[in-house]
């Protein structure tokens, strides 16, 4: 898979986790009749199908289900393999980690990721592309549809502050107050919530027109005191406000005395194999997924490199590692400072 979209892709989580089904057949074999195949998204009310979605998942976006309880998920040339059960109407899809929720409503499957729907429909009721009585880029006059305008973003705030892959905490690294968010390089995702907790939906943002999930900006974002801040993904933002303190300063304190710690792939425990604490977390390898077990406000999924790949982070700020939290390396190495 493109490194680009694997990287949008582990933004929504869709890449890992357990996908929670409910249904109204509660039969295994209604669903292993055939492919399901995404036809739509809608992220904060915003429409995105056809082509553009095509081009936003680099590709088809396949769930497969077979009569043994295995179940496997498709984009483009990326394979993700697990089971599921039935129970009560609930399916659940396990393949690590997180849980999201769906409904079957008229034969379409909506699964619910973070800040994002998607719908799958089955493969064998996709028209072919012969059955299509106009193409989709043109309008029943036969001119092309408008393009959208791009929205013009605000650029004079009391306090602005830039901000890039990590957890920023309210009050130590910027102050309360509601923000306009606008990429400024990049593509990823921004969430907000208190540590430990679900994170609120995300506002997905991207500098890059054709990303059709994407926006430039997103407004009214509000922040109270030790709220979390999490960019996840390859994404820089300014943050500005008007009704935030324009002095403030950050209060947030350097750890003193430590010792940088590189890993290379496998499992580790912080407070086991390292101290726990606050850590950036540098790349010091090739390309691979690097995250800690489950997604919660304050946790960590990014795709690290040295390499310059477009997608991937060469570090992500501020990562709380408590005791006993599970920190899984793939194919790299790290950086622990």
Not at 25 to 37: F, M, N, P, R, S
Not at 123 to 143: C, K, Q, R
Not at 215 to 241: A, E, N
């Amino acid at each position: 898979m493109n490194n680009k979209y694997r990287i949008i892709l582990i933004s929504l989580s869709i890449l890992t986790g357990t996908l929670s089904l409910l249904i109204g057949c509660g039969k295994k074999d209604a669903l292993a009749e055939t492919d399901w195949v995404a036809i739509k998204a809608v992220v904060q009310d915003r429409v995105v199908e056809g082509e553009e979605l095509s081009i936003a998942l680099g590709g088809n976006a396949t769930l497969t289900f077979d009569d043994k309880l295995a179940v496997s998920i498709h984009i483009r040339d990326f394979v993700a393999k697990g089971s599921y059960t039935i129970e009560e109407g609930i399916i659940t899809i396990t393949t690590s980690g997180d849980t999201f929720s769906a409904t079957l409503e008229e034969d379409v499957l909506t699964l619910e990721l973070g800040g994002m729907k998607l719908d799958f429909v089955k493969s064998d009721s996709i028209p072919s592309e012969g059955d299509s009585s106009e193409d989709d880029d043109t309008a029943s006059n036969g001119e092309s549809p408008p393009k959208e305008e791009k929205v013009a973003v605000k650029t004079d705030f009391k306090y602005e502050i830039s901000l890039s892959t990590g957890t920023y905490i309210c009050g130590i690294d910027f102050p309360e107050g509601t923000y306009t968010i606008e990429a400024q390089e990049g593509t990823g995702s921004v969430q907000s919530g208190e540590l430990g907790q679900d994170p609120l939906p995300a506002v997905l943002l991207s500098t890059e027109e054709f990303e059709g999930l994407f926006t430039l900006s997103s407004t009214d974002m509000s922040f109270s005191k030790d709220q979390r801040m999490m960019i996840i993904g390859h994404l820089t933002v300014r943050c500005g406000s008007d009704d935030a303190d324009e002095n403030f300063v950050s209060t947030r304190a350097l750890p003193k005395d430590r010792t940088d710690k590189t890993l290379g792939p496998g499992e580790y425990f912080a407070g086991i194999d390292f101290p726990e604490g606050e850590y950036t977390i540098k790349a010091a390898g090739h390309i691979g997924h690097v995250y800690t077990e489950g997604f919660y406000v304050g946790c960590l999924n990014e795709v690290f490199s040295t390499d310059g790949e477009e997608a991937a982070v060469k570090e992500a700020k501020n990562v709380l590692l408590s005791n006993g939290i599970k920190l899984i390396v793939e194919d790299t190495s790290i950086i622990l400072h």
